[in-house]
T-cell receptor, first 110, second 113 residues
Framework: GQSLEQPSEVTAVEGAIVQINCTYQTSGFYGLSWYQQHDGGAPTFLSYNALDGLEETGRFSSFLSRSDSYGYLLLQELQMKDSASYFC???????????FGPGTRLSVLP | DGGITQSPKYLFRKEGQNVTLSCEQNLNHDAMYWYRQDPGQGLRLIYY???????QKGDIAEGYSVSREKKESFPLTVTSAQKNPTAFYLCASSTGTGGDEQYFGPGTRLTVT
C-alpha cells in the first residue's frame, strides 16, 4: 500500500509564491501527479513528474525527488482564482491503482 | 466536444436501496475509475478498469459494484451493503499509458437517508 502526506492548509497573498509539499511512502511508483479542485467541482490535472527534477507549466511548477520520496507544487504570481484544494497523487507501479493525498486547501488573500 | 459525463448531479435515496450512478466518456480512453470523496477529504479509489470486461477493486470497494461492457461506459452501483453511502462520487478516465493525466466528470452527489 501507499500513503501520502500534505499540509492541510496554506494561506498566501495575491502575487506571492507558495509551495505545497507532498511526501509519500511506497515500495515503487510510476510518478507523482498534481490536481486542482475548486469547491464543489471536479479535479483538474495540473502536472506530472515521472523523473527527478522540475517541470514547469506557466505559473505552476512541480518537482520530484525519488530518493527523498518527496515532491512539491510551486505556484507563482498567485491569483484569487488559485484559491482551491490541491492534491498530489501516485500510481502504483503494477497497475492503474491511483492513490491521492488528503489535499491542501490554498487560500489566496487580496 | 470530448469529455466525461455523469448523471445525475444530485441523487437522493432511502437507506436499503441500491442505486446506480452513470459515467460515460467519448475520449476513447481505455482506463476508467470511480472515486469517492467525503467532505474535506481526498479522493479514494473504489474501482478501476483498464479495458472492457475487466475491472479491479480499489481501496474501498466493499459495498460497491461496477461493470465495463462498453469502452465508453463504466456505471457504479452503490448497494445497500455500503454502510455510509452519502458522498460525492467522481468518475475519471485516462489513456492508461503513461502521463497519468486523468480527466474527471462533474461528479454525482449522493445523499442516502
Amino acid at each position: 500500500g501507499q500513503s501520502l502526506e500534505q499540509p492541510s492548509e496554506v494561506t498566501a497573498v495575491e502575487g506571492a509564491i507558495v509551495q505545497i509539499n507532498c511526501t509519500y511512502q511506497t515500495s515503487g511508483f510510476y510518478g507523482l501527479s498534481w490536481y486542482q479542485q475548486h469547491d464543489g467541482g471536479a479535479p483538474t490535472f495540473l502536472s506530472y513528474n515521472a523523473l527527478d527534477g522540475l517541470e514547469e507549466t506557466g505559473r505552476f511548477s512541480s518537482f520530484l525527488s525519488r530518493s527523498d520520496s518527496y515532491g512539491y507544487l510551486l505556484l507563482q504570481e498567485l491569483q484569487m482564482k488559485d484559491s482551491a484544494s490541491y492534491f498530489c497523487a501516485v500510481r502504483e507501479s503494477y497497475g492503474q491503482n491511483f492513490v491521492f493525498g488528503p489535499g491542501t486547501r490554498l487560500s489566496v488573500l487580496p | 466536444d470530448g469529455g466525461i459525463t455523469q448523471s445525475p448531479k444530485y441523487l437522493f435515496r432511502k437507506e436499503g436501496q441500491n442505486v446506480t450512478l452513470s459515467c460515460e466518456q467519448n475520449l476513447n480512453h481505455d482506463a476508467m475509475y470511480w472515486y469517492r470523496q467525503d467532505p474535506g477529504q481526498g479522493l479514494r479509489l473504489i474501482y478501476y478498469s483498464q479495458i472492457v470486461n475487466d475491472f479491479q477493486k480499489g481501496d474501498i470497494a466493499e459495498g460497491y459494484s461496477v461493470s465495463r461492457e462498453k469502452k465508453e461506459s463504466f456505471p457504479l452501483t452503490v448497494t445497500s451493503a455500503q454502510k455510509n453511502p452519502t458522498a460525492f462520487y467522481l468518475c475519471a478516465s485516462s489513456t492508461g499509458t503513461g502521463g497519468d493525466e486523468q480527466y474527471f466528470g462533474p461528479g454525482t452527489r449522493l445523499t442516502v437517508t
